[in-house]
């Protein structure tokens, strides 16, 4: 079918997977701060978890696979990405902040202004992960294992992308153009300014969403969407 992304074989995963954590330990290298890779042991035990029960699931199977490839994904990807924020590149890019001074207030006040729209957008953006759950749940128990491999692997370079990116646009740069700190993102602005400035460990408990630029969230909502075209859902 023309709305079929290219075949990949299940070991896509693997090969991502792979090239994460080696993107990751060289980062943690590089930056020097202590990490202290034994406490990966714990958060670890679900996406193996998952993996060790996809051969069992039956029909499910595809799903419990993507499942646990994306949570081990999610393990090891704050760890690159607080590594990443340690470097000392400029918290802003003057062109970003120019743009956010120039288009940001006026579509911050227009949907502040319309309080229903406020209230979806703000939903939408606080269930970006049900949402992604709801996608692999849909493209397993529809068999469809091709697109619930083509979305997993574009998820995750996706986020690969904006790992780089970040390199060259911090995220205190979207937010340093007079608009209103949006919240929780006094945690990250906390964050960033800690791993600048000699920190003693590189991350404890659960990581902060450090990047803004580019936003996981835009990303999400492609891939989302991707996701369904061709199914008769778009």
């Given at each position: 079918m023309g709305?079929?992304?290219?075949k990949l074989e299940r070991t896509a995963y693997a090969r991502i997977l792979a090239i994460t954590a080696m993107f990751m330990v060289a980062l943690v290298s590089m930056c020097g701060v202590p990490f202290d890779y034994s406490s990966l042991a714990r958060p670890a035990l679900i996406p193996l978890g998952c993996l060790f029960l996809a051969p069992f699931a039956g029909r499910m199977s595809?799903?419990?696979?993507a499942l646990g490839a994306m949570l081990a994904f999610a393990t090891i990807y704050p760890i690159a990405m607080y590594a990443d924020a340690t470097?000392?590149?400029?918290?802003?890019?003057?062109?970003?902040?120019k743009l956010d001074c120039g288009i940001g207030p006026a579509v911050y006040h227009l949907v502040k202004w319309w309080p229903p729209v406020d209230a979806v957008l703000t939903t939408i953006y606080n269930t970006v992960f049900v949402q992604t759950l709801a996608v692999v749940l849909f493209l397993a128990a529809t068999k469809r294992p091709n697109r619930l491999?083509?979305?997993?692997?574009?998820?995750?370079l996706g986020c690969l992308i904006t790992l780089v990116l970040f390199c060259f646009f911090p995220a205190?740069?979207?937010?340093?153009?007079?608009?209103?700190?949006?919240?929780?993102?006094d945690?990250?602005?906390s964050e960033l300014a800690r791993l600048r400035s000699s920190p003693t460990y590189l991350v404890r408990g659960v990581p902060a969403g450090l990047i803004t630029f580019p936003s996981f969230h835009t990303i999400w909502a492609v891939m989302l969407t991707a996701a369904f075209y061709g199914t008769g859902v778009f």
């Amino acid at each position: 079918m023309g709305n079929e992304p290219p075949k990949l074989e299940r070991t896509a995963y693997a090969r991502i997977l792979a090239i994460t954590a080696m993107f990751m330990v060289a980062l943690v290298s590089m930056c020097g701060v202590p990490f202290d890779y034994s406490s990966l042991a714990r958060p670890a035990l679900i996406p193996l978890g998952c993996l060790f029960l996809a051969p069992f699931a039956g029909r499910m199977s595809e799903g419990l696979l993507a499942l646990g490839a994306m949570l081990a994904f999610a393990t090891i990807y704050p760890i690159a990405m607080y590594a990443d924020a340690t470097f000392g590149v400029p918290y802003a890019d003057p062109v970003l902040t120019k743009l956010d001074c120039g288009i940001g207030p006026a579509v911050y006040h227009l949907v502040k202004w319309w309080p229903p729209v406020d209230a979806v957008l703000t939903t939408i953006y606080n269930t970006v992960f049900v949402q992604t759950l709801a996608v692999v749940l849909f493209l397993a128990a529809t068999k469809r294992p091709n697109r619930l491999r083509a979305f997993v692997v574009r998820l995750m370079l996706g986020c690969l992308i904006t790992l780089v990116l970040f390199c060259f646009f911090p995220a205190e740069g979207t937010v340093t153009g007079g608009l209103p700190v949006p919240a929780g993102y006094d945690e990250i602005l906390s964050e960033l300014a800690r791993l600048r400035s000699s920190p003693t460990y590189l991350v404890r408990g659960v990581p902060a969403g450090l990047i803004t630029f580019p936003s996981f969230h835009t990303i999400w909502a492609v891939m989302l969407t991707a996701a369904f075209y061709g199914t008769g859902v778009f």
